[in-house]
């Protein structure tokens, strides 16, 4: 009997004590959800905050060349030359480079973002080789610029973790054909399947692009590359390949654009992935003119100079330099008649802001009712 009512209250004394601790352990329960519930909404209200602000910048930029003021929109900056592959059609990991400190990356963006430009794009070589990458991106935003990152996709999958926080744009990842074709024009076998993976990584996180150039090696292959995009859950975005010097690669031929072109369109109309506009695509078919505007989208080398007026007409050389001179200064005086009428080139980065400023109203409206994935 004393036995048992000894064990029976220790029993009632565990069960007191485990009522409180539930009663502690839900309270506490509740006050994390409130936490996690409070951070939520403080992120949300401060992305809506960025959002609206980049925005804000945009049409600013958008009025001003309305007004005939020569207004930069957007930015791509090469923050390194190495790269780990060997594109066929790419002439910078031939070249030697020596990275600009995290300080001067830091002066490089500041001069981006008071010259007007509302999004950039970090380019390479491989960005993603830059182990100080985070750093710069997370300063990128904090201005707060649109921040993308163009990537061959190598080492998206080990370090999409760290710099995802940072990116508020884009990744696009460089796909240049099915597996065999990719791995032949990149130079470097497997690179094709890690570019793969660290899609596959990163879409979770962020979101993702596939970019692809379109050239004589892989023309054949560029509907696989839509429904491989489709497959992935993620869209496409495409552009023909220059003819720059010192490249082993070629522009398919004006029949074969032409071919390649109308087929996207159609693609593009049944609900394929494509983020281009149908206008970009009829240009390069010859189907419809079009006029540059090369001061859209300013472009910075990775010595901190500007690539003035464009990279088709400098072959990628650089100029003015961005500590000597402010990115406004260099643009407002340059002389841009240089460019007039030009069309060289049907490089998206050119093209697509130039519809947009001509107010191609095809442009517009796919732009602003894009596909969805």
């Given amino acids: 009997m004393i036995l048992s009512n000894l064990f029976s209250g220790k029993a009632s004394m565990l069960c007191r004590h485990n009522l409180t601790y539930n009663r502690i352990s839900h309270e506490k329960c509740n006050s994390n959800n409130i936490l996690i519930e409070a951070e939520a909404l403080k992120n949300k209200a401060h992305n809506y905050q960025e959002t609206l602000r980049i925005g804000l910048r945009l049409y600013r930029g958008l009025i001003l060349n309305s007004f005939g003021v020569k207004a930069p929109l957007f930015g791509g900056h090469k923050v390194t030359y190495n790269c780990n592959l060997?594109?066929?059609?790419?002439?910078?990991?031939?070249?030697?480079?020596?990275?600009?400190?995290t300080?001067?990356?830091?002066?490089?963006?500041?001069q981006i973002y008071d010259s007007g430009v509302c999004a950039i794009g970090f380019e390479g070589g491989e960005p993603l080789l830059r182990k100080d990458l985070a750093e710069i991106l997370a300063y990128s935003c904090s201005l707060p610029l649109h921040t993308s990152v163009i990537t061959n996709g190598t080492l998206l999958k080990s370090r999409i973790e760290e710099i995802a926080p940072y990116i508020n744009g884009i990744v696009f990842v460089s796909l240049d054909g099915m597996e065999k074709t990719h791995d032949l024009i990149r130079g470097?076998?497997?690179?094709?399947?890690?570019?793969?993976?660290?899609?596959?990584?990163?879409?979770?996180?962020?979101?993702?692009?596939?970019?692809?150039?379109?050239?004589?090696?892989?023309?054949?292959?560029?509907?696989?590359?839509?429904?491989?995009?489709?497959?992935?859950r993620v869209k496409i975005l495409l552009s023909v390949a220059h003819e720059y010097r010192n490249i082993d690669e070629s522009a398919p031929k004006a029949d074969e654009i032409k071919k390649v072109a109308k087929r996207l369109?159609?693609?593009?109309r049944k609900g394929y992935p494509i983020m281009?506009?149908?206008?970009?695509?009829?240009?390069?078919?010859?189907?419809?003119?079009?006029k540059c505007k090369p001061w859209s989208i300013i472009n910075i080398g990775?010595?901190?100079?500007?690539?003035?007026?464009?990279?088709v007409?400098?072959?990628?050389?650089?100029?003015?330099?961005?500590?000597e001179n402010s990115i406004k200064a260099a643009t407002s005086s340059f002389d841009w008649r240089i460019t007039h009428n030009c069309v060289k080139c049907n490089l998206h980065c050119y093209l697509e802001p130039s519809l947009i400023?001509?107010?191609?109203?095809?442009?517009?409206?796919?732009w602003a009712f894009p596909v969805k994935t």
């Fill in 357 to 366: 400023l001509s107010w191609d109203l095809r442009s517009w409206t796919d």
């Fill in 302 to 311: 990775t010595d901190g100079r500007l690539v003035l007026p464009c990279y």
């Fill in 276 to 290: 281009n506009s149908t206008s970009y695509f009829k240009v390069i078919a010859k189907e419809k003119g079009w």
């Fill in 313 to 323: 007409h400098n072959q990628y050389e650089t100029s003015a330099s961005v500590f």
């Fill in 188 to 232: 470097v076998d497997g690179c094709f399947k890690r570019a793969i993976e660290g899609i596959t990584e990163a879409k979770e996180k962020v979101s993702v692009r596939i970019n692809t150039t379109i050239m004589a090696d892989n023309i054949h292959e560029i509907e696989d590359m839509v429904k491989l995009a489709k497959d992935l």
């Fill in 86 to 101: 060997k594109c066929k059609m790419c002439p910078f990991w031939k070249r030697s480079s020596e990275n600009l400190s």
């Fill in 265 to 268: 369109i159609e693609l593009r």
């Fill in 103 to 110: 300080r001067k990356e830091k002066e490089i963006l500041k």
